[in-house]
T-cell receptor, first 111, second 113 residues
């Protein structure tokens, strides 16, 4: 079984809808991250969390919110989706300042 | 802020050719440096890393050396295979405690039989 899982793997939605992407990990890592990947732009950090009570904005947090429900779960929400949020979204985990481990990604399309 | 620059454009080469992907960085302090690889339809996997100047990271025939004097971390492989076709990302990590990864834009590598 994968250590970092993301659901759903693919989602198509309409402008204005609320969407939640979920990430779960069985690695026991304390830190979790959400990134988005756009063609030609690499990965950009949306939010990150060092533990359940610590949430921090990344470089592109506008239009997104997150919830760290437990050490193993970190959800990303789009309160009112817009077409330019169409992207590939990745969750990642780490122990402290060590390497990050990525989930398989969620492909989100906003029509 | 911290940033990573990768060479522009995809890389297409024949099997058994030598691969180089350039990566330079801008950072305050002394970051850790990484190469991640993304195979089609998959998430990113750590390929190799280096945590201090002159360190050489290596894995699966790939190598990269942390060059502080030229702020570079170029990826090399002596003889590529078709299975090396993927997107390669250079990244740095702020060691100030945040562990925020800054990624380059990635390079698509296509190896032709």
């Amino acid at each position: 079984d994968a250590d970092v899982t993301q659901t759903p793997r693919n989602r198509i939605t309409k402008t204005g809808k609320r969407i939640m992407l979920e990430c779960s990990q069985t690695k026991g890592h304390d830190r979790m991250y959400w990134y988005r990947q756009d063609p030609g732009l690499g990965l950009r950090l949306i939010y990150y969390s060092f533990d359940v009570k610590d949430i921090n904005k990344g470089e592109i947090s506008d239009g997104y919110s997150v919830s760290r429900q437990a050490q193993a779960k970190f959800s990303l929400s789009l309160e009112s989706a817009i077409p330019n949020q169409t992207a590939l979204y990745f969750c990642a985990t780490s122990v402290g300042v060590n390497e990050q481990f990525f989930g398989p990604g969620t492909r989100l399309t906003v029509l | 802020g911290d940033s990573v620059t990768q060479m522009e454009g995809p890389v297409t080469l024949s099997e058994e050719a030598f691969l180089t992907i350039n990566c330079t960085y801008t950072a305050t302090g002394y970051p850790s440096l990484f190469w991640y690889v993304q195979y089609p339809g998959e998430g990113l996997q750590l390929l190799l890393k280096a945590t201090k100047a002159d360190d050489k990271g290596s894995n699966k025939g790939f190598e990269a050396t942390y060059r502080k004097e030229t702020t570079s971390f170029h990826l090399e492989k002596g003889s590529v295979q078709v299975s090396d076709s993927a997107v390669y990302f250079c990244a740095l990590s702020d060691r100030g405690g945040n562990n925020r990864l800054a990624f380059g834009k990635g390079n698509q590598v296509v190896v032709i039989p």
